[in-house]
């Protein structure tokens, strides 16, 4: 286990909702990034917080945004659901900004948008 | 968009059997890290290589780092039915990191 954990582990939801996901990073990590990883892909970068700021985004429009809270865990949320953004939603919290970055990531989000 | 393609996409193996799963980009990546992903789980680090031309050797695992840093080889030793998995190359640039297409790899016992 990499003491990242992510809520909840499934859900489902129409076109058209918003969702927010959750992950508590590693302790003491103050680095979290956020990832949306389709069927049989890699996971593609969202965006990615470091205290509290955004650090640093994928190409993905703006219904896609996020929060870090002072204890360094996060929010992904997702306005106006498209079927699209059915998928595997991964954080991974960090610490070590350096060339050998190590990234912790939890188990995922499992959105399914109908 | 996949900056990083993987090669082959599948592969299916007896055990025993070595192999090798290639990490392909146009782009220069300052680092470049393997993952493996099991289901229902996120990936995991295996290594990260930093410097062009690195080698690196973990128990049956060898990984390359391309001199240009632009690509990159997995090559495993004689697999066993524990290495199946996803397997993910992951390219740094700047504070971000991009997944490659990943190479899903079954080892039959």
């Known amino acids: 286990e990499t003491g990242v954990t992510q809520s909840p582990t499934h859900l489902i939801k129409t076109r058209g909702q918003q969702v927010t996901l959750r992950c508590s990073s590693q302790?003491?990590?103050?680095?979290v990034s956020w990832y949306q990883q389709a069927l049989g892909q890699g996971p593609q970068f969202i965006f990615q917080?470091?205290?509290?700021?955004?650090?640093g985004r994928g190409n993905f429009p703006p219904r896609f945004s996020g929060l870090q809270f002072p204890n360094y865990s996060s929010e992904l949320n997702v306005n106006a659901l498209e079927l699209d953004d059915s998928a595997l939603y991964l954080c991974?919290?960090?610490?070590?900004?350096?060339?050998?970055?190590?990234?912790?990531f939890g188990p995922g989000t499992r959105l399914l948008v109908l | 968009t996949q900056l990083l393609e993987q090669s082959p996409q599948f592969l299916s193996i007896q055990e025993g059997e070595n192999l090798t799963v290639y990490c392909n980009s146009s782009?220069?990546?300052?680092?470049l890290q393997w993952y493996r992903q099991e289901p229902g789980e996120g990936p995991v680090l295996l290594v990260t290589?930093?410097?062009?031309?690195e080698v690196k050797k973990l128990k049956r695992l060898t990984f390359q780092f391309g001199d240009a840093r632009k690509d990159s080889s997995l090559h495993i030793t004689a697999a066993q039915p524990g290495d199946t998995g996803l397997y993910l190359c992951?390219?740094?640039?700047?504070?971000?990191?991009?997944f490659g297409t990943g190479t899903s790899l079954t080892v039959i016992p």
């Open positions: 917080y470091y205290r509290e700021e955004e650090n």
């Open positions: 782009s220069v990546f300052s680092s």
């Open positions: 302790s003491g990590h103050n680095t």
């Open positions: 991974a919290s960090s610490f070590d900004r350096g060339l050998a970055e190590t990234q912790y």
């Open positions: 290589v930093v410097t062009g031309g």
């Open positions: 992951a390219g740094r640039s700047g504070n971000q990191f991009y």
